[in-house]
Every structure is written in C-alpha cells, then in structure tokens.
C-alpha cells in the first residue's frame, strides 16, 4: 500500500496530502506528505514514511530498528534537490512574475507601506499562474519541478501547479548573492499565504543583519509595516513564528539582541509567554506588540489602539493610523 492508503486504513484524517501536526494540535491540516517523505510547516519536524506512521500509531503499527536514525532520514528527504538547481527554478520562476501597478495598489493604497519600499524589495505580481507553470513545465521535467517546491502531485497524482493562485502578489527572499531562494505570496482574492513546499532550509526575510538589535516579527508585511512606521530595516520575519525557528535565528547570530515582537493575538500571545517565562539568555527577549508601538509611535499610538480590535497585527495598526491621518487632513 502507498503512504495515503496506508493512513486511510489507520483511520488518520487528511485533507489530500495534508494532515494535522501532531506536536501542535492547533494547528491544523500542516503536515505536508511526499513521495520520500513528511513536514510539519508549523512545527518544523520532518519524518521519513516510516516514522511517521509509527508516530501516528504510538509505535505499534512500524517496528523501528534501533540503529534508525532520523537525522539520515531528514537528510535523504530534504535534500531532494541541490539549492543550485532550484535557485536556477526560482530565479526563472522569479523573471516570469510581472511588475504590475497592482502590486503598488494593494501594498500601499489598501495596506500603507511604502511604495519605494515595494521596488526596493522587489515584489511581484502573477495575474495568469498557469502562463508560468506551461512555461516552466517546458523547460524542465515533472520529477525536478516537484522538487523545487513549486509544484506538487494530487491525492490522484494528477500533476497540478500547487504553489501560486492567480492575482496574488510575489514577495521574494534573496541569499547574500542576490539570488531568489524562496517566496511567500498573498492571493488578493483568498487572502491566503502560500510558499514553496518540501524546502532544505528553513528561509527568513532579512532587512539589515548588521545591526546589533533585531525586531523579530512573523510575517513580511510586518517588516514592511515596522520600516514604514520607523525608516528602519533592523527586521527579520519568521513567516512561521514558533520557537524553534527562534532558536535557529539566534543560532546563526549569537551576538545579536533578538526582540521578538508577535502579532497581539491568541497564537502571539502564546509565544510572547513562553519566550518571557523560558529564555535562558539575554540575547531573546519578547515585547508585547503595544509597548513596541509606545516606543515607535509616541504620539499616536494611543488614539489608534482605542480603534483597533481585540486582537490585531502591526500592519492593522498602520491601516489605522494612515486612515485617521487622511481623516485629519481632509478636514483642514
């Protein structure tokens, strides 16, 4: 039997070839399965086959052997395709993405970032996701475009193009020489996020490494909206914010001051409390997305949080704000 069937005669719940985490269980449905493997893009984890169905049936369903080892099987799965050629994917992908008015229109009219922030970072648009997909499709085979993340197979292993939907916007991260190595996309009409699948390394979206202090956020938008605010790039997004992402950052800088700043709900509020409560070094710290506006937005951060909802993110805060500034300025 295949992975699916298998799980299917386990009586595991999935959603195609997606099904719930199981060290985060409220997260649901984010544990992608492949042909050579699983991951989990709320927790991080990845599994050979195998381990995952002895995980899903407590250890009773797959013996394992105990010289196993799982980072053999991380190794085998993640390293499906070498970070050359998918950079070369990506950045094909990347010059078929359109510099359309759109994005401009939606970043800054509907959203308030800075539109020279826009160009600066060098976000996209696709309006016709199936133009890039018949383009790409012909200059590379199925197998390596599954690989690159791009694309993906369906529970009948009909080929589809899995990644982008149609009018949505491309935000692309770049490696030190300047290459795309991962996006992250809004769809205008669903309002979902969606990136590449099954990738080697987990990527952040980084403003100035250089500096000393770094505000930590989940999303892009976030950064955008903090650099909006303050004319600042000391910013790094996680675009999963979870500790062990955390974790990673401040292992690749050990030197910097971290101070993440989650988004002020329930899932932010959870994160805050567990950095406040466990950070073992001085290098992490969490604040409270409020106190972050106290301190960047002195003069309007009051009258604009008595607007807000209950639970709200940076980039609520700055549609807020430049709505009640238009409303200022109208008036005179």
């Not at 985490?21 to 699983?38: E, K």
């Not at 009948?156 to 949505?168: A, D, L, T, V």
């Not at 910097?256 to 001085?282: E, Q, R, W």
């Not at 106190?291 to 106290?294: E, N, R």
């Given at each position: 039997?295949?992975?699916?069937?298998?799980?299917?005669?386990?009586?595991?719940?999935?959603?195609?070839?997606?099904?719930?985490?199981?060290?985060?269980?409220?997260?649901?449905?984010?544990?992608?399965?492949?042909?050579?493997?699983?991951?989990?893009?709320?927790?991080?984890?990845?599994?050979?086959?195998?381990?995952?169905?002895?995980?899903?049936?407590?250890?009773?369903?797959?013996?394992?052997?105990?010289?196993?080892?799982?980072?053999?099987?991380?190794?085998?799965?993640?390293?499906?395709?070498?970070?050359?050629?998918?950079?070369?994917?990506?950045?094909?992908?990347?010059?078929?993405?359109?510099?359309?008015?759109?994005?401009?229109?939606?970043?800054?009219?509907?959203?308030?970032?800075?539109?020279?922030?826009?160009?600066?970072?060098?976000?996209?648009?696709?309006?016709?996701?199936?133009?890039?997909?018949?383009?790409?499709?012909?200059?590379?085979?199925?197998?390596?475009?599954?690989?690159?993340?791009?694309?993906?197979?369906?529970?009948?292993?009909?080929?589809?193009?899995?990644?982008?939907?149609?009018?949505?916007?491309?935000?692309?991260?770049?490696?030190?020489?300047?290459?795309?190595?991962?996006?992250?996309?809004?769809?205008?009409?669903?309002?979902?996020?969606?990136?590449?699948?099954?990738?080697?390394?987990?990527?952040?979206?980084?403003?100035?490494?250089?500096?000393?202090?770094?505000?930590?956020?989940?999303?892009?938008?976030?950064?955008?909206?903090?650099?909006?605010?303050?004319?600042?790039?000391?910013?790094?997004?996680?675009?999963?914010l979870n500790v062990k992402?955390?974790?990673?950052?401040?292992?690749?800088?050990?030197?910097?001051?971290?101070?993440?700043?989650?988004?002020?709900?329930?899932?932010?509020?959870?994160?805050?409390?567990?950095?406040?409560?466990?950070?073992?070094?001085?290098?992490?710290?969490?604040m409270s997305l409020p106190?972050?506006?106290?301190k960047i937005d002195k003069?309007?951060?009051?009258?604009?949080?008595?607007?807000?909802?209950?639970?709200?993110?940076?980039?609520?805060?700055?549609?807020?704000?430049?709505?009640?500034?238009?409303?200022?300025?109208?008036?005179?």
């Open positions: 039997m295949d992975i699916l069937t298998t799980l299917d005669s386990m009586g595991v719940k999935r959603r195609g070839r997606k099904i719930s985490c199981q060290n985060n269980h409220d997260s649901s449905f984010s544990l992608h399965i492949y042909d050579d493997g699983a991951k989990c893009f709320s927790c991080g984890a990845s599994y050979s086959h195998r381990q995952l169905l002895s995980l899903l049936g407590g250890g009773r369903h797959v013996p394992f052997n105990d010289t196993f080892q799982r980072e053999k099987a991380e190794r085998k799965f993640r390293n499906a395709l070498l970070k050359s050629e998918r950079v070369k994917i990506f950045s094909d992908f990347y010059r078929l993405c359109e510099n359309s008015s759109k994005t401009k229109s939606y970043l800054s009219n509907r959203r308030g970032i800075n539109k020279d922030l826009i160009s600066y970072y060098g976000v996209k648009f696709i309006s016709n996701p199936k133009s890039i997909s018949q383009t790409l499709r012909q200059r590379y085979d199925k197998e390596t475009l599954i690989k690159s993340g791009l694309f993906g197979v369906s529970k009948r292993e009909f080929f589809y193009f899995s990644f982008f939907e149609k009018n949505s916007i491309v935000f692309p991260f770049f490696d030190k020489k300047n290459r795309p190595v991962y996006f992250q996309t809004r769809s205008l009409e669903g309002k979902t996020f969606l990136k590449p699948t099954g990738m080697v390394e987990h990527h952040f979206f980084y403003g100035n490494i250089f500096s000393m202090q770094l505000y930590v956020f989940e999303s892009i938008i976030d950064c955008l909206s903090y650099q909006t605010l303050t004319g600042k790039n000391n910013f790094v997004a996680l675009n999963t992402n955390i974790v990673d950052l401040h292992k690749r800088f050990p030197d910097k001051k971290l101070v993440v700043v989650p988004d002020f709900d329930c899932a932010g509020t959870t994160v805050y409390n567990h950095i406040d409560n466990n950070s073992k070094t001085d290098k992490i710290q969490a106190d972050l506006l106290k003069e309007n951060y009051a009258e604009t949080l008595s607007k807000l909802d209950l639970e709200f993110d940076l980039n609520d805060y700055l549609i807020k704000r430049g709505n009640d500034e238009k409303k200022r300025n109208n008036a005179f």
